[in-house]
């Protein structure tokens, strides 16, 4: 099963605000991934953070590694209508056959009000 | 340049049925997977195919469910039968491998196939 914790669940705000979401895990990764999904589609590769503490910038994106290799954030500044979906974070442990394997969290489903 | 191409789109069956996916990688792409996502969850890795060898099925369960990559490129999932909790949707993505970092190891999904089972 999958070992991320992601939250809020879901997030409603008014165009131009800022977001920020977070994800834990029980388990230390190595990667951390923040992916968005628009309906009937699959996921968006959006940052990939490679390092403990950094801090990874795409336009109005913003996201951190935690210090601990345990918890990660994205921060999206300014929302417009076209931010809406659902944002997964995802992390990747190195080792054997599973170097690479991807575990995704639950996901943040963010509406954004015009 | 083509993304990653899943068909069908939808399916509906009858449970005890048998149903095939069919993903069609980027072209040059080594490594494929497959992932089982459910309404309101991530997906979660199904297999992956470093090009026609399957090196992570651990989550696949092999009693219904079965795929394969023959020369490679193409792959086709199948469950058989079908169950009323099979009903999900499986995604496919490919990456050039999954060393190193970006661009390498980036994974690009396709669409979906949604499927469900009455």
């Known amino acids: 099963g999958q070992q991320l914790n992601q939250s809020p669940q879901s997030m409603f705000i008014q165009e131009g605000e800022d977001v920020s979401m977070n994800c834990t895990s029980s388990?230390?990764?190595?990667?951390w991934l923040w992916y968005k999904q628009d309906p009937g589609e699959g996921p968006v590769l959006l940052i990939a953070?490679?390092?403990?503490?950094e801090l990874t910038s795409n336009g109005r994106l913003t996201a951190q590694f935690g210090i601990t290799r345990k918890d990660s954030f994205l921060n999206i500044s300014a929302s417009i209508p076209s931010d809406v979906g659902i944002y997964f974070c995802?992390?990747?442990?190195?080792?054997?056959?599973?170097?690479?394997?991807?575990?995704f969290g639950q996901g943040t489903i963010l509406t954004v009000h015009p | 340049e083509a993304g990653v191409v899943q068909s069908p789109r939808y399916k509906i069956i009858e449970k005890k049925q048998p149903v095939a996916f069919w993903c069609n990688p980027i072209?040059?792409?080594?490594?494929l997977y497959w992932y089982l996502q459910n309404l309101g969850q991530g997906p979660e890795l199904l297999i992956r195919?470093?090009?026609?060898?399957?090196?992570?099925d651990s989550q696949l369960p092999k009693d219904r469910f079965s795929a394969e990559r023959l020369k490679g490129v193409d792959s086709t999932l199948k469950i058989q039968p079908a169950e009323l909790g099979d009903s999900a949707v499986y995604l496919c993505?490919?990456?050039?491998?999954?060393?190193?970092?970006?661009?390498?190891?980036?994974?690009?999904f396709g669409p979906g196939t949604r499927l469900t089972v009455l």
């Open positions: 195919y470093e090009n026609e060898e399957a090196v992570d």
């Open positions: 995802a992390g990747t442990t190195a080792g054997g056959t599973s170097y690479g394997k991807l575990t």
């Open positions: 953070l490679y390092k403990a503490g």
């Open positions: 388990s230390i990764f190595n990667t």
């Open positions: 072209s040059g792409h080594n490594t």
């Open positions: 993505a490919s990456s050039l491998g999954v060393w190193g970092t970006l661009p390498d190891n980036e994974q690009f």
